[in-house]
């Protein structure tokens, strides 16, 4: 995977309007609308993801220090992947990183003492079939972690603040002597009382326990946009829970299951169904009624359709997602119920197309004895 400065054609520290332009100008040109190249659509789909995540501070900040591994698989862009665990691997990031990987050191301790972010967090939503196609604004209730509102997050009980930590003297760090065959030496460590922020708090907020935070639940309306399918993540900015001590919030991802249809079945962007004709429109032609997600359409049944025939209804398929002005197909395929029975007309009829066939020179023993037999 290319570096995404390099993608966008920018220095490592261009500023948002530089990104922007560059992203245009660069969209513009690999468009698959305008660009048929082959190539260029997954060019395309590089240079959007490149600027998802850069023109976000919060993802940008997390791509430079850790490059792709910190964006724990596609940001942003919904996508069709499995994202499970993924709360997971930013908590192993963030708070993983002023113990075990902390090594001798004041940066643990300076990490653990400086903002820290809120996580992300996964909201799983069941949607019908059309609203996946044609998208639907959907109110859904959520919990996360707010900054406490008694305490403003210092966790302080109001009136009161935080004091220094009697254990480090306020220095967030502690000294433990170490032995290992090679001798022994003294390594610095994150201060286990205060947690290497170097204060205590004395008289905690009684709302949040001193964390500086608090489980709320919120309703949220969200933008579900037309196209979407299962497996397809959004992301909401800021839902996650709130960091602390200043740190940004984290993101919420909310992923989506779309429920199957009785009639209909979704494949990308094309719709495929079945419809049942009789052998005589079949074989003679016939305009029927078929359901599609835009309500019933009329289909015309060509004469001479055969049976597992392919019909495509233009454009009544599902929305591009990112570009709903294109639409995929309906395709019904067409079977075909010959009859069990015959009336008595209706054999006499046939025996008699049967008998013109076989008079115009088929030859068919059986046949033309038989027929010959009835109405010879
Ligand atoms: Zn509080
Ligand atoms: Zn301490």
């Given amino acids: 995977m290319a570096d995404y400065y390099d993608l966008l054609g920018v220095s490592r520290d261009a500023d948002a309007d530089t990104l922007k332009r560059s ?13 048929k190249d082959p190539g260029a659509e997954d060019k395309f789909k590089e240079i959007g993801r490149a600027y998802e995540v850069l023109s ?17 698989g596609a940001a942003g862009m919904p996508d069709m992947g499995d994202m499970g665990g993924f709360a997971d691997l930013f908590e192993t990031f963030f ?9 001798p050191g004041a940066s643990a301790g300076a990490r653990r ?5 809120g996580d992300d967090l996964r909201f799983d939503l069941t949607i019908s079939f059309s609203e996946a196609v044609f998208g639907k604004e959907k109110e859904i209730q959520i919990r996360h972690l707010e900054t406490c509102s008694s305490c403003s997050g210092s966790g302080a009980k109001s009136g009161s603040g935080p004091t220094s930590c009697g254990t480090c003297g306020g220095a967030g760090q502690v000294r433990r002597a170490t032995r290992t065959p090679f001798g022994s030496f003294t390594q610095v460590a994150a201060c286990p009382t205060c947690e290497g922020t170097g204060q205590v708090i004395a008289d905690p907020c009684s709302a ?18 037309a196209g979407v399918d299962t497996g397809t993540r ?5 839902e996650g829970n709130a960091g602390q001590r200043g740190g940004p919030a984290g993101d919420l991802y909310v992923f989506l299951t779309v429920q199957s249809h009785p009639q209909l079945r979704r494949d990308g962007i094309n719709i495929h169904s079945e419809v049942t004709v009789n052998y005589l429109q079949a074989i003679l032609g016939d305009t029927i009624e078929v359901e599609t997600v835009d309500g019933p359409e009329q289909l ?23 570009n709903p002005v294109a639409r995929g197909n309906h395709l019904i395929a067409i079977k075909v119920q010959l009859p069990t029975k015959l009336n008595r007309e209706e054999r006499e009829l046939l025996e008699q197309l049967a ?12 046949k033309s004895g038989l027929f010959g037999g009835l109405f010879g």
């Fill in 23 to 35: 992203y245009r100008r660069l969209a513009r040109q690999y468009h698959p609308d305008i660009n």
């Fill in 56 to 72: 976000d501070p919060q993802t940008r900040a997390r791509y430079d220090q850790f490059g792709e591994a910190g964006l724990g």
């Fill in 95 to 103: 708070s993983g990183f002023g113990g075990g990987m902390g090594g």
């Fill in 113 to 117: 003492r400086g903002p820290r972010q």
């Fill in 208 to 225: 949040c326990g001193g964390q500086g935070l608090q489980q709320v639940r919120k309703k949220l309306r969200i933008n579900i946009p």
């Fill in 234 to 238: 959004l992301r909401v900015a800021n």
């Fill in 300 to 322: 015309e049944i060509p004469a001479g359709t055969q049976p597992g025939a392919v019909l495509t209804l233009s454009g009544k398929g599902v929305p591009k997602l990112g």
């Fill in 355 to 366: 008998g013109h066939h076989t008079a115009k020179g088929h030859q068919h023993p059986h």
